[in-house]
């Protein structure tokens, strides 16, 4: 991860980079730095590279979910930015899915080996997963139904600033 953040540090401010989500303006990652995660653009980067080495490192496709979509208040679009992402293909393995609960960044996998939903909250409040179990059903009413549901407990956010580092 240090790695990736100095690399990001040294980026030409100016220039684009890829992601699977589509071209990011470097200024945008300026937030990425070391323990702070704090912009949509850095997640949408981060995503990429793991989805590139699992691919490249572990042979496993994994597919992931537009950071964006919870920008969009309603449910249709949602859903549509979603689908977009070209996620839940059926040669993936795993799905990274954000999840933007009450102001705060959390997580789930879907890992369709087993058929479960890792939900992850770094405040790890059981509100949150309860929202968030309600949000993949609401968005994916049919590949809910074939889930089982799983909260993840560890590690512990402390602070109330880094929830998207933790994810």
């Given amino acids: 991860m240090r790695d990736f953040a100095s690399r990001l540090e040294t980026l030409h401010r100016y220039h684009e980079v890829d992601s699977p989500f589509g071209s990011i303006a470097t200024h945008e990652l300026g937030w990425f730095r070391r323990e702070e995660w704090l ?5 949408k ?37 979603v689908a977009s992402s070209g996620a839940f293909l059926s040669e993936n393995k795993l799905e990274l899915m954000p999840m933007w609960s009450v102001s705060h960044w959390c997580a789930s996998v879907f890992d369709f080996r087993d058929n479960t939903c890792h939900m992850f909250d770094p405040m790890q409040k059981k509100e949150n997963y309860e929202d968030m179990q309600s949000k993949i059903i609401e968005l994916l009413p049919m590949k809910a139904r074939q889930l ?15 929830c998207g580092l933790f994810c």
């Fill in 39 to 43: 912009q949509d653009a850095s997640f």
């Fill in 45 to 81: 980067r981060i995503m990429g590279y793991l989805m590139l080495v699992a691919e490249n490192a572990h042979n496993m496709l994994i597919g992931a979910v537009n950071p964006m979509y919870p920008h969009f208040s309603e449910l249709a679009a949602q859903k549509e930015v």
């Fill in 148 to 162: 089982s549901f799983r909260r993840i407990k560890s590690p512990k956010q402390e602070d109330i600033s880094n």
